[in-house]
């Protein structure tokens, strides 16, 4: 299991957490990403 932190990133964690997805985790592992979202209009 894997924990990342992308807080610090803001709105801008998304391009980030797909790279971790890609190259950081294992097939079969888990990962836990925290991430901060203070502007909801991407959300849909």
């Known amino acids: 299991m ?3 932190d992308l807080r610090h ?3 801008n964690f998304y391009d980030r957490m797909g790279e971790l ?3 950081g ?3 079969g592992e888990v990962g836990i990403f ?3 979202v ?3 209009d ?3």
Do not use: M
């Open 2 to 4: 894997q924990r990342y």
């Open 9 to 11: 990133l803001h709105e």
């Open 21 to 23: 997805i890609e190259s």
């Open 25 to 27: 985790l294992k097939v």
């Open 34 to 36: 925290l991430f901060e």
């Open 38 to 40: 203070g502007n909801f």
């Open 42 to 44: 991407s959300i849909q």
